[in-house]
C-alpha cells in the first residue's frame, strides 16, 4: 500500500508539474504575441499615421504597397522599432542575470553605475573631443560610451574577487559609481557649450530615433551571442538562486559562473547603451515582471526576461509618440515615468516575498 501510495504522489506531483510548465509556456507563447502586435503599432504611428492593416501588409506583402509606404516601414521606422525591442531584451536579460549572481532585487546596468559610466564616456566625446579609442574618431561617441561601461563593470567585477567583499559590498560600490560618474557629467555640463550641453542632455535622455539597420544587427548579435551561454548555465544559475553554499555543494564553481556571467552581462548592457543613451529601469523591473509570471527556473525564466524587457520598451516607444501629436519624446524619460509607479506597485504587491 505504502509503494501505491508514493506512485500516486509521484503521478501527482509529475501532472502538477507539467500543467505548471505548460500555463508558462502559454505565458511566453501570449508575451511573443503582444511583442509582434506592440512592434506593428510602433511601425504604424509616426507623423505620418498608417493603419495597422497596412503596416501587416508591408511586413508580409511588400511588393504590393508603395514604394512610400514601403521605404517609411522598412528603411526608416522598422529600425527603431526592432531597436526598442533588442535593446530592451538586452537590458532586461543583463538586469536578471545581476540580480542572479548577485542575490540582489536592485541589481541591474542603471544602478550598478554601468549606464552612468557609459553617459560620461559619451560626454567626453560630444563635449571635449576626446576619442579614447583615436583610430575610430567617426564612431567616437558610441565607442567611448561603450569603453566606458565596460571599464566600470570590470572595476565592479575585480572588486568583487578581493577577500571579504560581500554581494551588498558590491551593491554599494555601484551605488557609488553612480554618483561618482554622474558628478563627473555635471562637471562637464557646466564646461561644456550649449551646443554640446544639449547633445549631452539629449544623448543622456535615451532616444531610438537615430536607430539604423547596422546598430541592429550588432545589438541583435550581441544577443544571440549572450542567450546561448545563459542557457547553457542554466541549471547552475538556478542553483545559485538557494544560495552560494548550496549551489557549490551541488558542483558549481560560484566563481567562475560569476567570472562568465558579469564578463557577458556588461558587454549585453554595455553595447545597447552606447547607442541609444541611457535607458534606465528596463533592467530592473523587466527581470521582476519575468519573475512574477514564470518564476526561478532559468528555463523559462530566461526567455520570459528576453519577452518582457522588449515588449516593455517597445510600448514605451509607442507611449512617447502618443503623448505629444508629431513629437517623440525621449524614451528615456517615458521608462522612469511609467516605470518607477510600475516597480512601487510591484514593491508593495510582493513585499512578502523573500529574496
Known amino acids: 500500500m505504502a509503494i501505491v501510495a508514493e506512485q500516486r504522489e509521484t503521478t501527482t506531483g509529475g501532472a502538477q508539474y507539467r500543467a505548471l510548465a505548460f500555463r508558462r509556456i502559454v505565458l511566453i507563447c501570449g508575451m511573443v504575441a503582444a511583442l509582434f502586435f506592440s512592434v506593428s503599432i510602433d511601425m504604424a504611428l509616426g507623423p505620418a499615421n498608417y493603419s495597422l492593416k497596412e503596416v501587416l501588409i508591408c511586413l508580409f506583402y511588400p511588393g504590393s504597397v508603395s514604394d512610400q509606404l514601403r521605404v ?5 521606422r522598422m529600425p527603431i522599432a526592432l531597436m526598442a525591442v533588442t535593446v530592451g531584451a538586452s537590458l532586461s536579460v543583463a538586469g536578471a542575470q545581476m540580480q542572479t549572481i548577485l542575490a540582489n532585487p536592485l541589481a541591474s546596468p542603471f544602478t550598478l553605475g554601468i549606464s552612468a559610466a557609459a553617459g560620461f564616456g559619451a560626454a567626453l566625446g560630444l563635449v571635449g573631443g576626446v576619442a579614447l579609442f583615436p583610430t575610430a574618431v567617426q564612431f567616437m561617441i558610441p565607442i567611448n560610451a561603450f569603453l566606458m561601461a565596460m571599464a566600470a563593470a570590470l572595476f565592479i567585477h575585480f572588486a568583487s574577487t578581493m577577500r571579504g567583499v560581500t554581494v551588498e559590498t558590491i551593491v554599494l560600490l555601484g551605488i557609488a559609481l553612480v554618483f561618482t560618474f554622474n558628478a563627473l557629467l555635471s562637471l562637464l555640463e557646466y564646461l561644456a557649450s550649449e551646443q554640446a550641453l544639449a547633445a549631452v542632455v539629449f544623448w543622456t535622455m535615451g532616444s531610438l530615433t537615430k536607430a539604423t539597420w547596422p546598430k541592429v544587427y550588432i545589438t541583435g548579435a550581441v544577443l544571440l551571442f549572450a ?36 564578463m557577458t552581462v556588461s558587454l549585453l548592457a554595455a553595447i545597447p547603451v552606447s547607442f541609444v543613451g541611457t535607458i534606465g529601469f528596463v533592467g530592473l523591473v523587466g527581470p521582476h515582471i519575468a519573475r512574477m509570471l514564470v518564476g526561478e527556473d532559468q528555463r523559462f525564466f530566461l526567455p520570459a526576461s528576453v519577452l518582457c524587457g522588449a515588449l516593455l520598451l517597445s510600448a514605451t516607444s509607442v507611449v ?3 503623448l505629444i501629436p508629431g513629437a517623440i519624446l525621449p524614451i528615456g524619460v517615458i521608462t522612469a515615468l511609467v516605470g518607477v509607479p510600475f516597480f512601487f506597485i510591484l514593491i508593495f504587491t510582493n513585499r512578502r516575498r523573500a529574496w
Open 72 to 76: 517609411v516601414i522598412w528603411d526608416i
Open 227 to 262: 542567450l546561448p551561454v545563459f542557457a547553457r548555465q542554466a541549471w547552475a544559475l538556478t542553483a545559485l538562486r538557494l544560495g552560494e553554499d548550496k549551489a557549490a555543494s551541488l558542483g558549481i564553481d560560484v566563481r567562475g559562473l560569476r567570472l562568465k556571467t558579469m
Open 320 to 322: 512617447s509618440k502618443t
